[in-house]
């Protein structure tokens, strides 16, 4: 199920400097305590907040429901140059991020954080984004999201601070930002508040292992094809009925790895 969205509305963003503390993002003041927040370690905090600072999400930021904040990778980096990345120990093409300047710039984002406040790197090597994890990260107090580059980042740095690798999917990008703001996407709209109808979550894609059932609107016919007659009998429990039957057989068709996984438990007994 798709969010709608809220008027649209334009918002200001705070300049960004190099940084050895995170800097918020589209908020007024001080850190607000106790509220979600992401923070982001990326050479391009310019990036952010991108996409997140409109729709339900920007207005979510504005209201204060979440926080974001980035810490630019680069202030981190070595030499007169700034440098953050060197070649591959054992040879081989491109350039590896250097554990010695992800380690500082993960300690300066985890420093003062309490709670459950996990860091998450986002890399093509990591388990796959599912709704259930945006669920859990939704519940946590805030998350760290350690966006990659180049042919990755050194090993000991991944090992030392138990970062999770988390991929958006089985492809490869430039780089960490967009599944980065992905992420904080999927999880922020379950955050209390965001959305403005909260039972729109019940009944979305993978909410209970299944894919949405179809969805229609105005007006009942459209190039020779009608609204299915049951969506429009005003009988709940049929309309029920059939948009799990729907969900099921969808499921089936296209996301046959879904439907096996379902099928060979014991929650689809209804």
């Keep these: 199920m798709s969010d709608t969205p ?7 963003r705070k300049s960004i400097r190099a940084s050895l503390q995170p800097r918020d993002l589209m908020t007024d003041g001080d850190t607000l305590a106790g509220v979600w927040t992401a923070r982001i370690i990326t050479l391009f905090p310019e990036a952010f907040p991108g996409v997140l600072g409109q729709s339900l999400t920007g207005r979510a930021l504005k209201d204060g ?5 980035t810490i630019d990778l680069r202030g ?4 007169k140059h700034r440098n953050v990345d060197d070649t591959p120990a054992g040879g081989g093409a491109g350039m590896v991020l250097r554990a010695d300047v992800v380690g500082p710039a993960i300690e300066a984002a985890q420093s003062g954080v309490r709670g459950d406040w996990p860091v998450i790197g986002l890399s093509p090597r990591g388990q796959p984004m599912t709704q259930a994890l945006m669920h859990r990260l939704s519940r946590a107090d805030g998350v760290t999201l ?7 980042i050194d090993e000991r740095a991944l090992e030392h ?17 967009i599944a980065a703001q992905a992420l904080i996407d999927a999880t922020v709209r379950l955050i209390p508040g965001v959305l403005g109808n909260a039972a729109s979550t019940d009944e979305e894609s993978f909410s209970d292992g299944l894919l949405e059932h179809p969805q229609y609107t105005r007006p009942a016919s459209w190039q020779g094809r009608d609204i299915p007659d049951v ?8 309309i ?3 948009r799990r039957a729907a969900a099921k057989e969808l499921t089936r068709i296209r996301r046959p790895d879904l439907w096996a996984h379902r099928t060979s438990g014991s929650n689809d007994q209804e």
Excluded: K
């Excluded at 601070?161 to 930002?177: A, K, P």
């Excluded at 969506?231 to 049929?238: D, F, K, P, T, V």
């Design 65 to 69: 429901l979440w926080q974001l904040e």
């Design 231 to 238: 969506l429009m009998s005003g009988n709940h429990g049929e």
């Design 146 to 152: 350690l966006c990659g580059r180049f042919e990755g």
């Design 6 to 12: 809220s008027p649209s509305r334009s918002f200001g």
């Design 161 to 177: 601070y138990g970062v999770q690798e988390i991929s958006l999917g089985d492809f490869v990008m430039t780089g960490g930002e």
């Design 76 to 79: 981190f980096g070595i030499g």
């Design 240 to 242: 029920a009925r059939w």
